[in-house]
């Protein structure tokens, strides 16, 4: 009911914000399609990764997202907020890394800053390790012992307002590896109550978008947010 009540802050005609969508790992741009269709609603433009199954290697991955990127912002005559969820939120703040002129805001929710493998539970682990052997990847994928994953797990966007959104009740990934403690003055730590999956589709993590969306494109994270994180 609070999201049907909830004043939603609607962009100005002509000028909502360019976001693309990275899904988590094992998933596709369809577990993110309700949240894309909602800020399409409140007047933003949201274009989706072109991911199938976010399971392939990193570097692969990564390399696929900058060309989609570069395609987004060169044809839409604007920068990006990239959202993404779980693995896409590291992949989100390696692009905010990478190419700071095309992505305006980065957005992570319920991503681990580090190994993916080490901050799961059991179960993802589990399968991180057979899609791994599936596809004839390194056994260590997505852990320390994978060069790639590892180089991108750690990297803030230095000049990019970032937005990390996280859950004590995630059940997935531990929630304490989703804060940022780097202290760079562009990052907030933002706490939600959601389980892993459901940030997908809940409203308090809707919300804590919405309101960045409005914020100038330039303005730093807040820092009263920020130092608030445990």
Request: glycine share 10%; proline share 7%; charged share 20%.
């Amino acid at each position: 009911m609070h999201a049907f009540t909830y004043p939603w802050p609607h962009a100005e005609p002509g000028k909502g914000k360019l976001l693309m969508f990275i899904p988590g790992f094992m998933a596709g741009d369809i577990t993110l399609a309700p949240m894309a269709t909602f800020f399409r609603t409140i007047g933003h433009r949201p274009v989706m990764s072109g991911i199938w199954s976010n399971s392939e290697c990193p570097r692969e991955v990564i390399a696929g997202l900058e060309n989609r990127i570069r395609q987004v912002t060169d044809r839409r005559g604007a920068p990006a907020v990239i959202i993404g969820h779980s693995l896409g939120g590291i992949y989100a703040r390696e692009l905010g890394h990478r190419h700071p002129d095309r992505i305006e805001r980065v957005i992570t929710m319920g991503s681990p800053l580090g190994p993916v493998r080490g901050a799961a539970n059991l179960l993802v682990q589990a399968v991180a390790r057979s899609v791994a052997m599936m596809r004839g990847k390194a056994e260590g994928c997505l852990s320390e012992s994978c060069s790639c994953g590892l180089s991108i797990s750690n990297r803030v966007p230095d000049n990019v307002p970032t937005t990390v959104i996280y859950s004590r009740t995630d059940g997935v990934v531990d929630w304490q590896s989703c804060i940022d403690r780097s202290g760079s003055p562009m990052v907030e730590n933002v706490e939600v109550m959601s389980s892993h999956v459901g940030m997908a589709v809940s409203a308090e993590v809707y919300k804590v978008i919405a309101l960045r969306l409005v914020q100038p494109a330039s303005s730093p994270a807040r820092s009263e947010a920020a130092a608030s994180a445990r």
